[in-house]
């Protein structure tokens, strides 16, 4: 392995003499660095932030930075240099603040390195490119807009490159005035002596640039780091992207991840390279190297439980109250379940749900890795698979997770790491400040909502619903055409809420009340609840609780109404058919508060272009406390109704 270093001063170092070990992990996540550990005599200069590059023959392994260093006390004589890999830079760039909407934006104007006159700013552009917002300067003409970037002239690492304004059209090269004079007369223009550059953007939409950013300077802040091969360079966005300085690197890896493609690092001699590539490594099916443990060169073997071990079983929550399980049913030992929610996720085949949690199953089977260490060199990329035949075992093709190589010639391969799949995909597109603002579902159209009073079932008396007589005891919900149209990928929920009706009111002298009539007093400041046992005109002398007589004709009530319904089930109809979702039990409903129920779902049974008949019955799981003979005894609920309408991006 030849190392070279390039000083920031530009002074270049051929072939130093070193000890050495180069670790290039796969990039999953997040924008993991590769890393390289130099140790080297203390009388070689080797300044922070040097460049350093290693190659192996014509492949490129290794080009970074020197970061910090630490000094081998022992000898005295050796430094060890801490070197990252260049695409570390990118997690030290901050996206501007930009819009990038879903469906406009292809993949080669997203990731572009380049600053291109009327296009949206490319993310590695902005990265090589964007000032920071607000630097410091000064207003040198309020009349013509014309600011002052003190100390940032030709002499300045800005030197002489083009510069150019972000606005929501996309960039703007600025033209040279050539003279201060000539400024004020020049829109989206500049002039730059050897110490200071004037800028004048006069635009009314970008006259406040200087506050929260949009200028770019071409390359001013390089990080070295160009797009490479796109799998599909037409490919566009998946959802919305809102950037407001986010780290790009991690930005770039969500932004991949989330479209099932897979980031792999590669260095040129000028240059580090991102690839978007459909395969996560070469050789998936047989394998680019083949090991034997036990051959020439082989030194060792370790097997490990990943740190996400083996799951028996998996709970996918989804939106509001959707779940879906997956188990397997032909393990018989120990049991490890798992719980997973899956964010706007919908159970059925045309949703996102079954897909993710199957794939965390199937990711979370897969839980043994191998180390290897080796006496070779392997000119592959981590991502790439080697066929490993270990002694008395079954040959497997493993996929390289990390790549570690060192001077005293043994390569450590880590086999085995899991394979991106649709999990890795959802887990990306959550990552709402790194990623997608809204990636999945949206509100298609306005909610519908309406109101209705039942009463509340139980054991013995259900209540019925006449619709002749009761049309307060039901909801209609005219659903308009077009809500469940193919091409929205639709879902259509219920939201409900729930409220005991109490029309129990306070006690009141010179009232006459009949037995069964129901009152609150307050007693000692504790408001109680009273049962008529007597008919009478009430008085002092029989005010419930306080009254020298009043046990004569009240009885104390010790559970209020709105804490008797305790446990209940609910029942959901749309057109006198079964809503499966709408069978929710366990249900705690009749406290003082309003019990909202998870968001139903009605899809399937909702007819578009017509009304829908809503009813609902709440049923206890006892019969209701008071002697009664019909359910109109029972006490009463309020249901608010609320119709949500989505619809669907790709998944």
């Given at each position: 392995?030849?190392?070279?270093?390039?000083?920031?001063?530009?002074?270049?170092?051929?072939?130093?003499?070193?000890?050495?070990?180069?670790?290039?992990?796969?990039?999953?996540?997040?924008?993991?660095?590769?890393?390289?550990?130099?140790?080297?005599?203390?009388?070689?200069?080797?300044?922070?932030?040097?460049?350093?590059?290693?190659?192996?023959?014509?492949?490129?392994?290794?080009?970074?930075?020197?970061?910090?260093?630490?000094?081998?006390?022992?000898?005295?004589?050796?430094?060890?240099?801490?070197?990252?890999?260049?695409?570390?830079?990118?997690?030290?760039?901050?996206?501007?603040?930009?819009?990038?909407?879903?469906?406009?934006?292809?993949?080669?104007?997203?990731?572009?390195?380049?600053?291109?006159?009327?296009?949206?700013?490319?993310?590695?552009?902005?990265?090589?490119?964007?000032?920071?917002?607000?630097?410091?300067?000064?207003?040198?003409?309020?009349?013509?807009?014309?600011?002052?970037?003190?100390?940032?002239g030709t002499s300045s690492y800005f030197g002489n490159r083009d510069l150019y304004s972000c606005n929501y059209l996309g960039v703007k090269k600025l033209s040279d005035a050539s003279a201060l004079?000539?400024?004020?007369?020049?829109?989206?223009?500049?002039?730059?002596?050897?110490?200071?550059?004037?800028?004048?953007?006069?635009?009314?939409?970008?006259?406040?640039?200087?506050?929260?950013?949009?200028?770019?300077?071409?390359?001013?802040?390089?990080?070295?780091?160009?797009?490479?091969?796109?799998?599909?360079?037409?490919?566009?966005?998946?959802?919305?992207?809102?950037?407001?300085?986010?780290?790009?690197?991690?930005?770039?890896?969500?932004?991949?991840?989330?479209?099932?493609?897979?980031?792999?690092?590669?260095?040129?001699?000028?240059?580090?390279?991102?690839?978007?590539?459909?395969?996560?490594?070469?050789?998936?099916?047989?394998?680019?190297?083949?090991?034997?443990?036990?051959?020439?060169?082989?030194?060792?073997?370790?097997?490990?439980?990943?740190?996400?071990?083996?799951?028996?079983?998996?709970?996918?929550?989804?939106?509001?109250?959707?779940?879906?399980?997956?188990?397997?049913?032909?393990?018989?030992?120990?049991?490890?379940?798992?719980?997973?929610?899956?964010?706007?996720?919908?159970?059925?085949?045309?949703?996102?749900?079954?897909?993710?949690?199957?794939?965390?199953?199937?990711?979370?089977?897969?839980?043994?890795?191998?180390?290897?260490?080796?006496?070779?060199?392997?000119?592959?990329?981590?991502?790439?698979?080697?066929?490993?035949?270990?002694?008395?075992?079954?040959?497997?093709?493993?996929?390289?997770?990390?790549?570690?190589?060192?001077?005293?010639?043994?390569?450590?391969?880590?086999?085995?790491?899991?394979?991106?799949?649709?999990?890795?995909?959802?887990?990306?597109?959550?990552?709402?400040?790194?990623?997608?603002?809204?990636?999945?579902?949206?509100?298609?159209?306005?909610?519908?909502?309406?109101?209705?009073?039942?009463?509340?079932?139980?054991?013995?008396?259900?209540?019925?619903?006449?619709?002749?007589?009761?049309?307060?005891?039901?909801?209609?919900?005219?659903?308009?055409?077009?809500?469940?149209?193919?091409?929205?990928?639709?879902?259509?929920?219920?939201?409900?809420?729930?409220?005991?009706?109490?029309?129990?009111?306070?006690?009141?002298?010179?009232?006459?009340?009949?037995?069964?009539?129901?009152?609150?007093?307050?007693?000692?400041?504790?408001?109680?609840?009273?049962?008529?046992?007597?008919a009478h005109t009430s008085g002092a002398i029989t005010e419930p609780g306080e009254g020298g007589s009043w046990e004569d004709k009240w009885v104390e009530i010790t559970t209020t109404k709105d804490?008797?319904?305790?446990?209940?089930?609910?029942?959901?109809?749309?057109?006198?058919?079964?809503?499966?979702?709408?069978?929710?039990?366990?249900?705690?409903?009749?406290?003082?508060?309003?019990?909202?129920?998870?968001?139903?779902?009605?899809?399937?049974?909702?007819?578009?272009?017509?009304?829908?008949?809503?009813?609902?019955?709440?049923?206890?799981?006892?019969?209701?406390?008071?002697?009664?003979?019909?359910?109109?005894?029972?006490?009463?609920?309020?249901?608010?109704?609320?119709?949500?309408?989505?619809?669907?991006?790709?998944?």
């Amino acid at each position: 392995m030849k190392i070279d270093v390039k000083t920031p001063s530009g002074t270049v170092l051929h072939d130093i003499e070193c000890e050495w070990e180069i670790t290039r992990p796969v990039v999953s996540d997040r924008m993991e660095c590769r890393e390289a550990k130099l140790t080297i005599a203390r009388r070689i200069p080797i300044p922070q932030y040097s460049i350093v590059t290693a190659t192996d023959g014509k492949m490129v392994k290794f080009r970074g930075y020197a970061e910090s260093n630490t000094i081998d006390i022992s000898s005295g004589s050796k430094t060890t240099w801490t070197c990252k890999g260049m695409e570390e830079l990118l997690n030290a760039r901050f996206a501007p603040r930009y819009f990038y909407p879903m469906g406009e934006i292809d993949f080669a104007t997203l990731f572009s390195d380049t600053l291109t006159d009327g296009v949206v700013p490319g993310l590695l552009a902005a990265a090589n490119s964007a000032a920071l917002p607000s630097m410091a300067y000064t207003v040198h003409d309020a009349a013509t807009n014309v600011i002052k970037l003190a100390g940032y002239g030709t002499s300045s690492y800005f030197g002489n490159r083009d510069l150019y304004s972000c606005n929501y059209l996309g960039v703007k090269k600025l033209s040279d005035a050539s003279a201060l004079v000539g400024l004020a007369y020049t829109d989206n223009g500049y002039y730059r002596d050897s110490s200071d550059l004037y800028i004048r953007i006069d635009e009314q939409k970008d006259r406040a640039w200087y506050l929260h950013g949009g200028l770019l300077v071409e390359n001013a802040y390089d990080t070295t780091v160009r797009i490479g091969n796109i799998y599909d360079e037409t490919q566009t966005l998946l959802g919305d992207l809102e950037t407001n300085l986010d780290e790009i690197g991690d930005l770039i890896t969500d932004l991949i991840s989330a479209s099932n493609l897979y980031l792999r690092v590669r260095d040129g001699p000028l240059y580090t390279y991102i690839d978007i590539s459909l395969e996560d490594g070469n050789g998936s099916t047989g394998g680019l190297y083949t090991i034997r443990e036990g051959e020439p060169g082989f030194c060792s073997i370790e097997k490990s439980t990943s740190s996400d071990p083996k799951i028996h079983g998996i709970i996918g929550t989804g939106h509001e109250g959707q779940y879906y399980s997956v188990d397997d049913p032909t393990y018989t030992g120990l049991k490890l379940h798992e719980i997973r929610e899956v964010e706007n996720g919908f159970r059925g085949t045309d949703g996102m749900m079954q897909t993710v949690i199957d794939a965390h199953f199937e990711a979370r089977q897969v839980d043994q890795e191998y180390e290897i260490e080796i006496a070779k060199s392997y000119l592959a990329y981590p991502g790439d698979y080697f066929k490993f035949y270990p002694k008395d075992s079954t040959p497997s093709v493993l996929k390289s997770f990390e790549i570690v190589e060192s001077s005293d010639g043994i390569t450590r391969l880590s086999l085995g790491g899991k394979t991106l799949n649709f999990a890795d995909v959802e887990e990306a597109r959550e990552s709402k400040p790194r990623g997608f603002t809204d990636n999945y579902i949206r509100e298609l159209r306005e909610s519908l909502t309406s109101t209705c009073r039942i009463f509340v079932s139980d054991l013995t008396h259900v209540a019925t619903i006449v619709e002749e007589d009761d049309a307060d005891r039901f909801m209609n919900f005219y659903v308009p055409p077009g809500a469940k149209d193919a091409k929205y990928n639709a879902k259509i929920t219920l939201a409900l809420s729930l409220s005991p009706v109490d029309d129990t009111e306070m006690w009141e002298t010179s009232t006459a009340y009949v037995i069964g009539d129901e009152v609150y007093n307050d007693d000692d400041e504790i408001i109680k609840l009273y049962r008529c046992i007597v008919a009478h005109t009430s008085g002092a002398i029989t005010e419930p609780g306080e009254g020298g007589s009043w046990e004569d004709k009240w009885v104390e009530i010790t559970t209020t109404k709105d804490l008797e319904f305790g446990r209940c089930a609910t029942e959901l109809t749309i057109d006198d058919a079964d809503v499966p979702d709408g069978a929710l039990v366990g249900l705690c409903i009749g406290s003082r508060e309003t019990s909202a129920l998870p968001e139903i779902d009605i899809t399937d049974s909702i007819t578009t272009g017509a009304e829908n008949k809503l009813k609902l019955w709440v049923h206890m799981s006892t019969d209701y406390a008071p002697t009664h003979t019909t359910f109109e005894d029972h006490p009463e609920i309020s249901v608010s109704a609320t119709m949500k309408f989505y619809k669907r991006l790709s998944i």
